[in-house]
């Protein structure tokens, strides 16, 4: 069974910080690029990050960017994303996803993820 399985989101305050982990289960995510997307309520799914497989390369959607970071514990089979001073347009469903790149230390820009997780909610209110 291949699953993607995210946590940690939850209601926080404007200004404050959440870290969501997404961990893999029945394949190693030692060979997957992984991305961050999110959709927020009446919006189009967003690509907000990008990670190599050994975390030596990421990329950041502008809307994210100095915000948000990646990480990953290959050991561990799990990736992280930090948000700090999260925004009220922040509210979204985020999703994890990881795609097979093999040895490579790039994020693709073209092509699907190969597995899905089904998504952890943040909440972004007063």
């Known amino acids: 069974q291949l699953q993607l399985v995210e946590s940690g989101g939850g209601l926080v305050q404007p200004g404050g910080s959440l870290r969501l982990s997404c961990v893999a289960s029945?394949?190693?995510?030692?060979?997957?690029?992984v991305k961050w997307f999110r959709q927020g309520p009446g919006q189009e799914r967003e690509e907000i990050s990008c990670?190599?497989?050994?975390?030596?390369?990421?990329n950041y959607a502008d809307s994210v960017k100095g915000r948000f970071t990646a990480s990953r514990d290959n050991a561990a089979n799990t990736v992280f994303l930090q948000m700090n001073s999260l925004e009220r347009e922040a509210t979204a469903v985020y999703y994890c996803?990881?795609?097979?790149?093999?040895?490579?230390?790039?994020?693709?820009?073209?092509?699907?993820?190969?597995?899905w997780g089904k998504g952890t909610l943040v909440t972004v209110s007063a």
């Open positions: 996803a990881a795609r097979a790149t093999g040895l490579s230390e790039r994020c693709p820009s073209t092509g699907d993820p190969d597995h």
């Open positions: 990670i190599s497989r050994s975390g030596e390369s990421t």
């Open positions: 029945g394949f190693t995510l030692d060979y997957y690029t």
